[in-house]
């Protein structure tokens, strides 16, 4: 079968790599697409298209309404695009149609969010100390924005890099991830009929030393936005060295899930199945520890696990699957390593923990519970980003709290308990950047998202994003029509 060939999207125009890679279809191991692999001299070229915009009429002449009613007209046109888009994730990163289709539909609110936002960025008169002075304080775009993504929900972490970036008036250089970029390339036309001027937003992938490397070193960047794990931060990190750009990280989690003995077991069981098996557990804030009250953990692991075993893995294109496979091969053998170090530590497999029986093509592997009592579990401590959930008990408050805390990371948590006083302390006492009580996995274009530790730095989402592709102009005019005296002559 001949290869569907994508192109990536540079200074308003689509072209083709000097160097190209296939794609693999996770759920079939057969490769299905070209994708252009991105060099130094084509990220150069983004970056100084990009660049080129900040003082050009086109982009940087338009008002700030008028530059909401571009980023309107795109999220229109993503919410027309929803299902074709989401056919294109789906074949190329696994990611289930019932997930994908509907996730980028969504998508559209947070466009039309920002696109909003675009004309509320107001400045400030300062009450100056000097009576001939009128000082005043602007927002103007802080610089070239480099936008780096995963895979795993692709349109989302664009979208909240995306939308506040152009809201404020920052061209963008967004890097797709090289596992799975298909749906991103294809995403540049939409940008391209919206009517965004050449330059304001470039859309690439490749690899690391050849792509990611020279973008986020660029001398012309001023803004990192980064999602990913924290091995690829840390050599962000030091490439902005170099520029000294504006970074925010948004990295893993090992989330805890604390669930109080008295809660409503059936509820409680479906918010951790979505929290954990949801996307196959290719989620940044996947509820992958269970911390459980020990009086009810037989009771919920019983119900977790019958849930676990009647799930539909098959075909990621088929709207009756409910999990399709991960994405790559990298992470299946990453995720059986973790799990077999896990049992050699004490820890046991309820259900799952391996390939699924006759599934003969593909990068599945079955959704799996680990009991971790009593062992020091490297499944309970390590990010696995596959549908793996480990199970820890505790006692009372204080004990749920020290567990919940004991993580590198701090991106998501839950709380479940009827107790409404519980309930706030838990949230005051846990350390993350994101609390769900009685819930899970709920997101908003107008919540902030974001972690500490290993969950990275800065937040996304929300009203305030904005102002962080922005930075603070001063102006002063001086308002006497007496001359300047002479600074020589003291009085």
């Known amino acids: 079968m001949a290869l569907t060939r994508f192109q990536q999207y540079i200074d308003g125009r689509f072209e083709d790599g000097q160097r190209t890679f296939e794609s693999i279809d996770p759920a079939t191991e057969v490769a299905w697409a070209e994708m252009p692999a991105a060099n130094a001299d084509d990220v150069d070229r983004a970056v100084k298209a990009a660049e080129r915009t ?83 304080l602007q927002r103007v775009p802080i610089g070239v924005v480099a936008a780096v993504v995963p895979w795993n929900s692709q349109f989302m972490l664009s979208a909240v890099k995306l939308g506040p970036a152009l809201a404020a008036g920052c061209p963008v250089v967004l890097k797709a991830s090289e596992d799975g970029p298909a749906p991103l390339l294809e995403f540049a036309r939409l940008v391209h009929e919206a009517g965004f001027p050449p330059g304001v937003v470039n859309i690439i992938t490749g690899f690391g030393e050849d792509c990611g490397k020279p973008l986020t070193s660029h001398p012309r960047v001023s803004r990192v936005a980064f999602t990913g794990g924290p091995d690829t931060a840390r050599h962000i990190v030091r490439n902005t060295a ?131 009592d009593g062992a020091t579990s490297p499944s309970a401590v390590e990010e696995l980003f596959g549908p793996v959930l480990s199970v820890l008990s505790f006692d009372d408050e204080d004990e749920a709290v020290a567990i919940a805390n004991d993580t590198d990371y701090g991106l998501a948590s839950g709380v479940f308990t009827r107790d409404l ?68 002559v003291m009085r």
Not at 305 to 322: L, N, S
Not at 435 to 459: C, D, E, I, K, Q
């Open 54 to 136: 900040l003082s050009d009429g086109e982009w940087a002449g338009l008002t700030a309404t008028q530059r909401g009613k571009l980023l309107y007209r795109l999220g229109d046109l993503l919410e027309d695009n929803a299902q074709r888009l989401g056919e294109i994730e789906t074949r190329d990163t696994g990611k289930i149609i019932r997930e994908t289709a509907g996730q980028i539909r969504y998508m559209a609110q947070y466009y039309r969010y920002f696109a909003g936002l675009a004309d509320k960025l107001e400045g400030r008169h300062l009450p100056i100390d000097k009576p001939d002075m009128d000082v005043t």
């Open 242 to 372: 170099e520029n000294l750009a504006h970074t925010t990280l948004e990295l893993g989690g090992k989330s805890p899930v604390v669930v109080f003995d008295d809660v409503d077991l059936d509820s409680a069981t479906n918010a951790i199945v979505a929290g954990i098996f949801a996307a196959s557990g290719q989620s940044c804030v996947a509820g992958s520890r269970l911390v459980v009250h020990r009086s009810i953990k037989d009771a919920l692991v019983e119900r977790l696990a019958a849930k676990a075993r009647e799930i539909r893995i098959g075909d990621p294109g088929d709207m009756e699957t409910e999990m399709g496979p991960l994405a790559t091969a990298g992470q299946r053998e990453h995720i059986e390593n973790v799990l077999e170090r896990s049992t050699k530590a004490g820890a046991k497999i309820v259900c799952g923990g391996k390939r699924p029986d006759g599934v003969e093509r593909g990068f599945y592997f079955e959704p799996t519970i680990v009991d971790c």
């Open 421 to 488: 006083a519980r309930s706030h302390r838990m949230v005051k006492r846990i350390n993350a950047g994101i609390v769900w009580v009685n819930t899970y996995r709920a997101v908003s274009p107008m919540a902030p998202f974001g972690g500490h530790g290993l969950s990275g730095l800065g937040r996304e989402g929300g009203a305030e994003t904005v102002l962080e592709y922005t930075r603070t102009k001063a102006v002063w005019v001086r308002t006497s029509d007496d001359p300047i005296p002479d600074p020589f």
